[in-house]
């Protein structure tokens, strides 16, 4: 079975600090995505990633950066954290952007205060 | 820009029917419709993948169509129960990634 682990389920910043959001997937697969899930909203992409170093906008970069030094791992980084970011951060992955199955961690729940 | 619609943000059936939740899209012309199920606290779990030259599929007690005409999916579970109740999603896509709807949360009552 595929998985993809979120390094935090709960995690409580100060507004101003830079936070790193960490996502680790044991399937080899070329895309991850990292996005928000706010009441309301729904799912959000921030960014995602079809290779090693390589990134691509998504519907609300702002405020966010990410990272995909290995395969394995992407990470989001919010570089001074401000309150409207407090938000249930999920990663994602799979073999194909748009016509495979993605796979989910379980999320961060990140609070800013 | 890309629009999609889940018929309804809640939706109560009693066991033992049959829910049907609805998927509209406009400003899209999808290749693929995925639906995903998503449970309190949870991240969202793939159930089924539809294509555009599919009107049907099926997987167990769920069945799925696309009517690309009407820029709509349908997704039915049938013989519901109480397990069943959770958020399900969908995403149609084409060549870009996934655009998720909001979601329709459904309660199963016994």
Not at chain 1, 56 to 78: A, C, M, N, Q, T
Not at chain 2, 18 to 44: I, K
Request: glycine share 6%; with cysteine.
């Amino acid at each position: 079975d595929v998985k993809v682990t979120q390094s935090s389920r709960y995690l409580v910043k100060r507004t101003g600090e830079k936070v790193f959001l960490e996502c680790v997937q044991d399937m080899d697969h070329e895309n991850m995505f990292w996005y928000r899930q706010d009441p309301g909203l729904g799912l959000r992409l921030i960014y995602f990633s079809y290779d090693v170093k390589m990134k691509e906008k998504g519907d609300i970069p702002e405020g966010y950066s990410v990272s995909r030094e290995k395969k394995e791992r992407f990470s989001l980084i919010l570089e001074s954290a401000s309150t409207n970011q407090t938000s249930m951060y999920l990663c994602a992955s799979s073999f194909e952007a748009s016509n495979q199955p993605q796979h989910f961690g379980d999320g961060t729940r990140l609070s800013i205060l | 820009s890309q629009k999609i619609e889940q018929n309804s943000e809640a939706l109560n059936i009693q066991e033992g029917k049959t829910a049907t939740l609805t998927c509209n899209y406009t400003n899209y012309s999808p290749a693929y419709l995925q639906w995903y199920r998503q449970d309190p606290g949870r991240g969202p779990v793939f159930l089924l993948l539809i294509r555009e030259n599919e009107k049907e599929k099926r997987k167990e007690r769920l069945k799925v169509t696309f009517d690309t005409t009407l820029k709509q999916s349908l997704f039915h579970i049938t013989a519901s129960q109480p397990a069943d109740s959770a958020t399900y999603l969908c995403a149609p896509s084409g060549n870009t990634p996934l655009v998720f709807g909001k979601g329709t949360r459904l309660s199963v009552i016994a």
